[in-house]
């Protein structure tokens, strides 16, 4: 019997599914053996960063559904299994996931990807441009000395991002496969039983959406800015310092995720210019105009930088 090494788009599965077999949502640590960001504890877990990931979250397990989550669960088990040669358990657990997946492959005839896990990593830089600049001129020494790892051990805390990772069933190889592997055991053939799931598994798709969170938190701001325009309970004179303030800070945030290489230099420029148009028009008719723009600028960067890979 040939040894196998599952990709890791199965190792992640199989974490996740015996990490926390009742739920489709998992926060775990990537899998794969680069160096990871430090990860502040106080600021991972603030209101507004968990706001942001339960917001992205909502939006992405609409389109998750358990039964496929179940499918690779009874898989996974199958496997397990035969591993320890109970063939009548594994072709049971095999015969029900494809149950499953028959029900699944008529609710959803068109699709080609059936989202069944989501993970989320939440990485936030907890401090701010100025830090960035130390620690990329720090690097820039150790790289002259060709220190490359000195160097990329403190990189890897350059990064300030929610990370949403999916675990999709391709609907058209998926259910054939595990159709397959009954016949296999059902033969009597359990080894290559057993070889064929270790394929099954591997044929499921992992891919991560990644969100520079201090654009998110930009956003935040100057959507918040924009609200404070038609507050009632305050002053013109009141409400333009505090849209002021956070425009402001809108653009420590923006600065901050230029630092760290999120996106090119001339699409914060622009950002940075519409933002500053707003000083000179808060609380007239040009203002909303400008708001538009802000915000389809911000838009428009949005979609360039955030990104999804495999």
């Known amino acids: 019997m040939k040894i196998h090494t599952l990709k890791n788009t199965a190792v992640a599965v199989v974490i996740a599914l015996t990490a926390s077999m009742a ?8 899998t794969d053996s680069k160096p990871k960001p430090t990860v502040s504890s106080s600021s991972a877990k603030t209101k507004e960063s968990l706001s942001m990931k339960r917001k992205l979250l909502e939006e992405r397990q609409q389109k998750v559904d358990h039964e ?17 040669k109970d063939t009548k358990k594994a072709m049971a657990l095999l015969q029900e996931a494809s149950g499953k997946l028959d029900v699944l492959l008529a609710k959803y005839p068109d699709l080609t990807l059936l989202p069944a896990n989501l993970e989320v990593d939440v990485y936030e830089f907890d401090s701010n441009s100025k830090q960035v600049k130390k620690i990329i001129d720090e690097a820039v020494k150790l790289l002259k ?6 160097a990329r051990y403190i990189l890897a805390d350059l990064v300030s991002e929610i990370r949403i990772t999916s675990v999709s069933i391709p609907l058209g190889t998926f259910p054939v496969a595990i159709k397959e592997a009954v016949k296999l055991i059902d033969s009597g053939k359990t080894d290559e039983a057993e070889n064929a799931l270790y394929d099954v598994l591997n044929l499921l798709v992992k891919t991560t959406e990644i969100f520079p969170l201090p654009v998110l938190q930009a956003e935040e701001l100057l959507t918040a800015a924009s609200e404070l325009e038609h507050k009632s309970d305050l ?19 923006l600065k901050l995720a230029e630092m760290l290489g999120y996106g090119d230099k001339k699409d914060y420029k622009q950002l940075y210019n519409a933002i500053d148009d707003l000083k000179d028009v808060i609380h007239s008719e040009k203002s909303a105009a400008v708001w538009d723009k802000i915000k389809a600028s911000l838009s428009a960067f949005k979609k360039k930088i955030m990104h999804t890979k495999k």
Request: hydrophobic letters at 40%; glycine letters at 6%; a positive charge.
């Open 68 to 84: 496929a989550l179940e499918a690779i669960t009874g898989t996974q088990n199958a496997l397990m299994a035969l591993q320890k």
């Open 23 to 30: 739920s489709a949502i998992s926060v775990s640590a990537a």
């Open 145 to 150: 000395d060709h220190k490359v790892q000195d």
């Open 235 to 253: 002053s013109k004179e009141g409400s333009r310092k505090e849209i002021l303030k956070l425009t402001d800070a809108a653009k420590g945030k």
